[in-house]
T-cell receptor, first 114, second 114 residues
């Protein structure tokens, strides 16, 4: 089955700096890669996603890149702000076959220091 | 409603009691997932329902845990003879069938076993 690794587990940056979180996946059939942000005590919320036919996607200060050959994808946050502080989860979703096909990484705790 | 609804939002019970947690997915979503999240930890997959197919129960931690989904909509997660280690937030998510669609999470049920 699919296995997703995520690094780093914790990340501290100064306000205004960039933050990068990297994930790797094992199943070459995976074709959908969302990123979720979870603030303390709240539900995980989708912030950006990328499908396997695209190499990069950007939404304001957030971008995601995908390298299918190397089986890794990354989240880039520019001009970080204190409200970006949260836990970020990457995920990989494979073929819609029987069985659990949506695998999350272990999370990255991002702290943006004012 | 517009989102995934979970009830109760909080549940406190004594060790050894049974509990039922409810999830009402977004209308039309055929896939439904249950996760467990302990304090400061990641998302632990429990069970996955896809349409009328047999559920993937591979994540259930013991036979005290069970879940059902009636009529392809509402799901109930049942924990029998609760133990203190069952204390966690239980999150439900739903999604459309195609494999390149995101999960949408509910607010979770915070379960505390005394």
């Amino acid at each position: 089955g699919e296995n997703v690794e995520q690094h780093p587990s914790t990340l501290s940056v100064q306000e205004g700096d960039s933050a990068v979180i990297k994930c790797t996946y094992s199943d070459s059939a995976s074709n959908y890669f969302p990123w979720y942000k979870q603030e303390l005590g709240k539900r995980p919320q989708l912030i950006i996603d990328i499908r396997s036919n695209v190499g990069e996607k950007k939404d304001q200060r957030i971008a995601v890149t995908l390298n299918k050959t190397a089986k890794h994808f990354s989240l880039h946050i520019t001009e970080t702000q204190p409200e970006d502080s949260a836990v970020y989860f990457c995920a990989a979703r494979g073929r819609d076959n029987y069985g659990q096909n949506f695998v999350f990484g272990p999370g990255t705790r991002l702290s943006v220091l004012p | 409603g517009a989102g995934v609804s979970q009830s109760p939002s909080n549940k406190v019970t004594e060790k050894g009691k049974d509990v039922e947690l409810r999830c009402d997915p977004i209308s039309g979503h055929t896939a439904l997932y249950w996760y467990r999240q302990s304090l400061g930890q990641g998302l632990e997959f429990l069970i996955y329902f896809q349409g009328n197919s047999a559920p993937d129960k591979s994540g259930l931690p013991s036979d005290r845990f069970s879940a059902e989904r009636t009529g392809g909509s509402v799901s109930t997660l049942t924990i029998q003879r609760t133990q203190q280690e069952d204390s966690a937030v239980y999150l439900c998510a739903s999604s459309w069938t195609p494999s390149n669609q995101p999960q949408h999470f509910g607010d979770g049920t915070r379960l505390s076993i005394l």
